[in-house]
Nanobody, 121 residues
Framework: QVQLVESGGGLVQAGGSLRLSCAASGRTFSTMAWFRQAPGKEREFAAFITWSGGTYYADSVKGRFTISRDNAKKTVYLQMNSLKPEDTAVYYC?????????????????WGQGTQVTVSS
């Protein structure tokens, strides 16, 4: 059974940093990504990383967040620096077994349970 387990969320002051981790069990995935959902808003894309290490970021996090992965550990990370109150959200790890990079949330076939990130002002 495939599982994605996130960790590393918490409460941090604005300007601080957090590092999220997502460990996959059961199989190896091609593209892995982080999404987030703020209270009262729809879930939105934050960043993805391909098997070979190619990355892409949402404009809202570019320059502040860094996604990385350790394929041997089947783990993806999200280093979040210069955090802002508007980064407060539940952060979800997603993974795709497709060869092509997913173009939408619907194309990710595995999701974690989410981890809360709260940034205080």
């Amino acid at each position: 059974q495939v599982q994605l387990v996130e960790s590393g969320g918490g409460l941090v002051q604005a300007g601080g940093s957090l590092r999220l981790s997502c460990a996959a069990s059961g199989r190896t995935f091609s593209t892995m990504a982080w999404f987030r959902q703020a209270p009262g808003k729809e879930r939105e894309f934050a960043a993805f990383i391909t098997w070979s290490g190619g990355t892409y970021y949402a404009d809202s996090v570019k320059g502040r967040f860094t996604i990385s992965r350790d394929n041997a550990k089947k783990t993806v990370y999200l280093q979040m620096n210069s955090l802002k109150p508007e980064d407060t959200a539940v952060y979800y790890c997603a993974a795709s077994s497709r060869v092509e990079v997913p173009r939408s949330q619907a194309e990710y076939d595995n999701w974690g349970q989410g981890t809360q990130v709260t940034v205080s002002s």
